[in-house]
């Protein structure tokens, strides 16, 4: 051998173990961090043939660029001509190589970070959905964003707020958290019917800036309790759409039988139901729901048992139309808004606080459990509170912005369905509007009912939408003019029309049929007509006349479910305003309509009802389609 080449190969031999110590002691200066990485790369590589471990551990490590970076290329240079760590062979080196170039490449393609500001960073991420899954029982929320926000660490935060929570509160403490990403998907349990329950709350993601957490998406809400509920079939499928709000001291004899009604509604004002019983022949109930107990009158909800008992045995779809009457006992069902008084009988419900929310809940459960089953009746369709445009007078709160008051219905709304549905999973729940549709008036009391359903549907889509259905009340104008076809300029045939009535409520069809306001399968939402009447005042021919003009609108309508006729008898206060609504005197006596309503959805329609085309000045029916 040649001195000068041995000479040669020594000092390389010393300067390669120099580089090799050099690298060794830099690596466990860094605690092994280096070392463990090629291990790790290598065991990877072996058993799953996957460069996505490599990936995960090189993102604990540092990111490309820093000194890791560079004592890795050292080593695995030094493993080709060294291979210090066995005789690993030329081709696992290589996959080294191709997975630390796959490494690089991830990174680059890595979704843009974003510095969060007081515009972006309410929204910067979107829930796409919260729902409950049907296998695990637990809440699953997705997200997705364009990019990754900026803050102190690499975590998004799942929280659970409550229905009146506009922001996290010190004491509101995360479910659980996830690495940032455009796509996120975080699990909570729903803790159903528990003290600490999530089946009323609304899910937020937050992240830590300078150590708070702030929200980056907007709540969103459960919107599939059905998923959950014990009845699935509750829902009784009506004959016909001919309703009556009945007279409840004719429940038991044969009116309803003979009139072939075939959907009814009913009121249920919830002070009612509360409270301990007096009469010790009806115990009082005591229920318990999310780890508290509430007393409900057993005599009160003994007559609904009858009341909606009777209606199922005679095979009659029921509505019932949920009503927050004033009571000094249970004021915390009272929005805080609506506490100073008013004129309205109802009053809005309370979802801007714990104890509201808790009673709404506990009611709507009781209510839905009672009447779900066969023992004391069913309840397929439920209204929630009465005319909520007409604020003054039928779901009073102190008057303020059409998108604050539609927020504080909405809260409560969201209760009620949502628990009515965790329970009875083919019921349908109803917000409510009057004939008042786009007035514009100045200094209005109220609101228009157009304004209210734009609000209520905007509402419901950006924190979850949910299916539920729109219950109207089409009353002519006057309430004392009986003669639906009689022109008046308040009632046209566009969306801008200031009233919707009979005359022409494909005004309020049509505009349901609008894309924004389909439900999530693209259907029509289901609309109700749950409330009207035509006063006898001026005759009982244009009384019966009205109703047979209204109904074969009705029947002819394809997105109308149901029509509500008001009422079964007369009622003495509204008789006085000349509002003579009944079938029937108050006296008992039937009227003419008895008959035409007796018999339209019947093969001798027209034996009772074509008299009326005189009266309307048509020839055929058709003509008022």
């Known amino acids: 051998m040649n001195s000068d080449t041995g000479n040669r190969n020594d000092h390389t031999g010393k300067k390669r173990n120099r580089k090799i110590r050099k690298v060794r002691k830099k690596k466990a200066g860094k605690k092994g961090l280096v070392l463990k990485l090629a291990a790790?790369?290598?065991?990877?590589?072996?058993?799953?043939?996957?460069?996505?471990?490599?990936?995960?551990?090189?993102?604990?490590?540092?990111?490309?660029?820093?000194?890791?970076?560079?004592?890795?290329?050292?080593?695995?240079?030094?493993?080709?001509?060294?291979?210090?760590?066995?005789?690993?062979?030329?081709?696992?080196?290589?996959?080294?190589?191709?997975?630390?170039?796959?490494?690089?490449?991830?990174?680059?393609?890595?979704?843009?970070?974003?510095?969060?500001?007081?515009?972006?960073?309410?929204?910067?991420?979107?829930?796409?959905?919260?729902?409950?899954?049907?296998?695990?029982?637990?809440?699953?929320?997705?997200?997705?964003?364009?990019?990754?926000?900026?803050?102190?660490?690499?975590?998004?935060?799942?929280?659970?707020?409550?229905?009146?929570?506009?922001?996290?509160?010190?004491?509101?403490?995360?479910?659980?958290?996830?690495?940032?990403?455009?796509?996120?998907?975080?699990?909570?349990?729903?803790?159903?019917?528990?003290?600490?329950?999530?089946?009323?709350?609304?899910?937020?993601?937050?992240?830590?800036?300078?150590?708070?957490?702030?929200?980056?998406?907007?709540?969103?809400?459960?919107?599939?309790?059905?998923?959950?509920?014990?009845?699935?079939?509750?829902?009784?499928?009506?004959?016909?759409?001919?309703?009556?709000?009945?007279?409840?001291?004719?429940?038991?004899g044969n009116e309803l039988d003979d009139l072939g009604v075939k959907q009814a509604a009913y009121n249920i004002p919830v002070a009612r139901l509360l409270g301990p019983t007096s009469n010790s022949a009806y115990p009082t109930i005591h229920y318990t729901y999310n780890g508290r107990t509430y007393a409900f009158n057993g005599q009160v909800v003994a007559e609904y048992d009858i009341v909606f008992g009777t209606l199922t045995a005679k095979g009659i779809t029921t509505t019932a139309i949920i009503l927050n009457n004033y009571s000094s006992s249970y004021q915390q069902l009272i929005h805080p808004k609506a506490r100073s008084g008013g004129s309205a009988p109802y009053y809005m419900f309370n979802g801007a606080e714990e104890s509201g929310v808790e009673y709404m809940a506990a009611i709507a459960t009781f209510l839905a459990e009672r009447y779900s089953g066969s023992s004391h009746g069913r309840i397929s369709n439920w209204v929630i509170a009465n005319e909520i445009n007409a604020r003054k007078e039928w779901n009073y709160m102190e008057k303020t912005d059409t998108a604050t008051y539609v927020e504080e219905y909405v809260k409560a709304f969201r209760v009620f369905y949502t628990a009515i549905k965790s329970v009875s999973s083919s019921a349908k729940v109803y917000m409510p509007i009057d004939q008042q549709w786009d007035r514009n008036l100045k200094n209005n009391p109220n609101y228009d009912g157009r304004d209210i359903l734009d609000e209520f549907n905007r509402n419901i889509k950006e924190k979850g939408d949910i299916d539920w259905g729109l219950a109207q009340h089409p009353y002519n104008v006057p309430l004392t003019e009986g003669r639906i076809w009689k022109s008046n300029k308040l009632v046209t045939h566009s969306a801008g029309t200031s009233m919707i009535t009979m005359a022409n409520i494909e005004v309020l069809t049509n505009y349901m049929q609008q894309e924004q306001f389909l439900d999530s399968n693209g259907e029509v939402r289901s609309i109700i007509l749950s409330e009207q009447g035509y006063t006898s005042t001026a005759g009982e021919a244009v009384q019966a006349a009205a109703f047979a003009y209204a109904y074969y609108k009705t029947e002819h309508n394809p997105y109308i479910d149901a029509f509500l006729l008001n009422r079964q008898t007369d009622a003495p206060e509204e008789v006085a305003q000349g509002l003579a609504f009944g079938l029937n005197h108050s006296n008992g006596a039937h009227k003419q309509i008895y008959n035409a309503f007796k018999y339209i959805d019947t093969p001798s329609h027209a034996e009772y009802t074509d008299f009326a085309k005189s009266i309307i000045g048509i020839s055929s029916w058709s003509e008022i389609y």
């Open 40 to 252: 790790a790369v290598i065991s990877a590589v072996l058993i799953v043939g996957s460069l996505i471990y490599f990936l995960v551990i090189r993102e604990q490590v540092e990111e490309p660029g820093g000194e890791m970076e560079e004592l890795a290329a050292e080593l695995i240079e030094d493993i080709r001509e060294e291979e210090p760590l066995g005789d690993i062979g030329a081709g696992i080196i290589d996959h080294i190589v191709t997975a630390e170039n796959a490494v690089d490449e991830a990174y680059k393609s890595r979704p843009q970070t974003h510095e969060l500001t007081e515009s972006n960073r309410a929204d910067f991420a979107k829930i796409e959905s919260c729902l409950i899954d049907s296998g695990s029982g637990k809440v699953v929320v997705t997200a997705g964003s364009d990019g990754i926000p900026a803050s102190d660490d690499k975590y998004y935060y799942l929280f659970a707020l409550n229905t009146y929570d506009t922001d996290i509160t010190e004491d509101n403490e995360y479910i659980t958290r996830e690495y940032k990403d455009t796509t996120i998907v975080m699990e909570a349990a729903l803790n159903y019917n528990r003290g600490n329950s999530r089946l009323f709350k609304k899910f937020a993601l937050a992240v830590k800036k300078d150590g708070k957490y702030i929200l980056v998406s907007t709540p969103h809400y459960i919107t599939n309790p059905e998923a959950i509920a014990k009845y699935s079939s509750v829902y009784q499928q009506p004959a016909s759409k001919k309703g009556l709000l009945v007279d409840p001291n004719k429940l038991r």
